[in-house]
């Protein structure tokens, strides 16, 4: 399929990438995905355990794309690298040392939890060339933090949870995942970084988890949101007791230009998901997928 002058490669073989990181990924809308959740920090807000997988995945997507360079030029095969590494604080410098000698991008440093202990910091980067370079390239970054490399054996909780209140909320289903729900959402436009087309899978939706505890639920992820957008849901998420945790940008050369917004509250289920429906509502989400 062909948007502005890239095409998406939606066959591609990704084994070669899958070597280098010693797992298998998993494959969307023409996107290889690889996530290591940080199953080796223990990381609370006040007395409550997050989950490795609720606020503390890193993760590394790639999109294969033909660049048209014109007609007498041929084509160029290439793939572009994007991620998220969650760090400790004392892992930040360097993770950017590596980032910088391996000649990757950063677009972003920044929090998404407030309160948390130990001090959490999340790092966003980009690349692109050879898939296989980048792989090794980004493992190299991985290798200067104690990010567990191997799956981990088993989820925080393995109990079922009935979220079957909050899924008739919202309208449809989500994944499963152990004492966890999650849900993405995509925009309804185009979204694009450095003039190529996204898809909603290579970090371009909003990503809303629920953790349960009790009879209660944290909830937790990043609104993706155009400008105008920003204080009408920061009201929303206030006058229902939610806290916006942070606000900031993901990318360097988005178009349009997004802000993402991070959230955190402990409640009810049910309200929590009420108050996530009026948000998508008032944005311009694309409709929840019955």
Aim: aromatic share 8%.
């Amino acid at each position: 399929m062909l948007f502005g002058s890239y095409t998406f490669c939606q066959q591609n073989d990704w084994s070669a990438v899958e070597s280098v990181f010693g797992k298998k990924g998993t494959i969307q809308d023409g996107v290889f995905k690889i996530s290591y959740p940080r199953s080796d920090l223990k990381i609370k807000i006040d007395d409550f355990q997050v989950a490795p997988g609720f606020a503390l995945g890193s993760w590394i997507g790639f999109i294969s794309m033909d660049k048209n360079m014109g007609m007498n030029h041929g084509r160029i095969n290439q793939s572009m690298m994007m991620g998220d590494l969650v760090l400790l604080d004392t892992e930040v410098p360097g993770v950017l040392k590596k980032l910088v000698e391996e000649n990757l991008e950063i677009t972003a440093i920044h929090n998404h939890l407030i309160n948390e202990s130990p001090n959490v910091k999340y790092v966003h980067f980009s690349g692109s060339g050879d898939k296989v370079k980048l792989a090794e390239a980004i493992k190299s970054v991985l290798a200067t933090t104690s990010t567990p490399l191997a799956a981990p054996q088993s989820n925080l909780q393995t109990t079922s949870v009935d979220w079957s209140k909050v899924e008739s909320i919202l309208g449809t289903t989500g994944k499963h995942n152990g004492m966890l729900l999650q849900y993405s959402f995509p925009r309804k436009e185009k979204l694009k970084e450095s003039g190529m087309i996204l898809p909603p899978y290579m970090g371009m939706a909003t990503a809303v988890n629920f953790q349960k505890e009790g009879d209660r639920a944290a909830i937790t992820g990043d609104f993706v949101l155009l400008a105008d957008e920003i204080n009408p849901v920061i009201k929303i998420l206030v006058e229902h007791g939610i806290t916006p945790t942070a606000l900031h940008n993901h990318m360097i050369h988005d178009d349009p230009r997004l802000f993402m917004m991070h959230f955190w509250s402990i409640d009810d289920p049910e309200k929590l998901a009420k108050t996530l429906l009026q948000v998508l509502a008032t944005t311009n989400h694309a409709p929840i997928k019955k």
